[in-house]
């Protein structure tokens, strides 16, 4: 019998849950609790958003999703013997919903709320919910003196938020809808764990505000792992953690049903609560064996063995993209622009077989669709592929023999995404306000 380590309750919000959760990374964030060597536990999950997002037709709280308190999550945990420059081995031994909270959401943020890959396309909120069973989901009806990556991270992240709009600025703002470039260190929203949260402790409490003033959102993939949303990670999978303070410092959260890569409507996976049972082991001074490529020797990244149990297709669709914009205009081995023209030539396509447009993107978003770099090499175009399984469709998407007759037989898929209206986002949670 696994035991299980941190529990929540999805009904509660998570300034509510009996063990303490976080959304914020910084070693003084103390510990919740402790593993040994070689012990297998279970730890439970709150969804990404905390429970913002219900289970109804609804959109609009996906629209009015307060983004500064999302991504929490449980830990951190200490690894016991675990010291800086080891590695830290950690086994998916397995993974699920919770017990009465077997369903999950994929959405597409306002333009003016976060937005996502394609917002210059798809401008709305919109969701879909799943049910969960077992395997398969459904459409519902509708220390600190020797770490210190988080000034690592900070500083050149304020580089890059101060970089917009001057001629250094290396993003693609003229290409894709202008999002935040970067999300810094911020006290509204932040729950630091044992520490506690902001609406009790900002600006009453030296401690927590000093933590919050330093403390590194979790929303991205970092050096320490993060949130890097390979949709490859699952049962069976084992990743090795570079290990930046004593005790390592696990964590673990936003958890998905299902991914495709890319997860490209940004809320896009189906995202769910749910427990993982893991068993950590630690290497010691392994760390070294992670290439360290940078100025720092913290500029590293984990490595992972993929697991047994993906999803197995044999037959697949396949769109490519090029470096060339929908305007027409060449970029230089740019794979993120190569990479957003195949999948809006897959939305495009796929939306001649009776589907919404919305309805395929966020398809796209959480199907375990394989996305690649192609080429990388042939100036002036990078190449990138989408590739899209069959078999996950209840009819035949690949070009048909007799376009006459295929116009016939096409059908509008009548039960499409709730979609809310343009315009008016405004960030707020309701249970603040209790």
Not at 94 to 120: R, V
Not at 226 to 255: H, W
Not at 348 to 354: C, I, N, R
């Amino acid at each position: 019998m696994v035991k299980t380590l941190i529990s929540v309750d999805p009904k509660k919000a998570p300034w509510e849950q009996e063990t303490p959760l976080h959304n914020r990374w910084h070693p003084d964030i103390p510990p919740v609790a402790s593993v040994k060597e070689g012990e297998k536990f279970r730890v439970e999950c709150v969804d990404w958003t905390g429970g913002q997002i219900k289970n109804n037709d609804s959109s609009d709280d996906v629209k009015n999703v307060d983004l500064s308190q999302v991504h929490y999550l449980s830990g951190p945990i200490t690894v016991e013997g675990a010291q800086p420059g080891d590695l830290l081995k950690v086994e998916f031994l397995n993974l699920g919903a919770l017990d009465d909270d077997e369903w999950g959401f994929t959405g597409t943020f306002a333009k003016e709320n976060g937005g996502g890959f394609l917002t210059d396309h798809f401008p709305k909120a919109t969701k879909a919910c799943w049910d969960i069973d077992g395997i398969y989901c459904s459409r519902l009806d509708s220390s600190r003196a020797d770490w210190n990556g988080t000034k690592m991270w900070n500083e050149r992240e304020a580089t890059l938020v101060a970089e917009e709009g001057t001629d250094a600025e290396k993003t693609l703002c003229g290409c894709l809808a202008t999002r935040p470039l970067a999300c810094l260190p911020e006290a509204k929203g932040a729950m630091l764990g044992k520490l506690g949260h902001f609406v009790e402790k900002s600006g009453k409490d030296d401690e927590w505000d000093m933590v919050a003033s330093e403390a590194a959102r979790t929303v991205p993939g970092r050096e320490n792992g993060g949130n890097c949303d390979i949709k490859n990670l699952s049962r069976g999978c084992t990743v090795y953690f570079p290990v930046f303070v004593e005790g390592a410092n696990l964590s673990m959260g936003d958890m998905h049903f299902s991914q495709g890569d890319g997860e490209v409507s940004f809320c896009g996976a189906i995202e769910m609560s749910g427990f993982l049972d893991l068993r950590c082991s630690v290497i010691k001074g392994g760390m070294k064996m992670l290439p360290a490529i940078g100025p720092s020797p913290l500029n590293v990244n984990p490595i992972f063995e993929i697991g047994p149990l993906e999803p197995r297709y044999s037959e697949w669709l396949v769109f490519e993209g090029i470096s060339v914009d929908e305007k027409g205009v060449q970029h230089y081995l740019d794979a993120t622009i190569a990479y957003k023209m195949a999948v809006l030539r897959c939305i495009k396509y796929l939306a001649q077989f009776g589907y919404s447009e919305e309805q395929v993107y966020l398809l796209l978003s959480c199907c375990p669709c394989e996305g690649r770099i192609s080429g990388i090499v042939d100036v002036p175009n990078a190449v990138c592929t989408l590739a899209i399984p069959l078999a996950i469709f209840d009819q035949d998407v690949r070009p048909p023999s007799d376009l006459e007759h295929f116009a016939k037989g096409i059908k509008v898929i009548e039960k499409d995404v709730c979609i809310s209206e343009e315009g008016g986002a405004i960030p707020y949670d309701p249970r603040l306000a209790k």
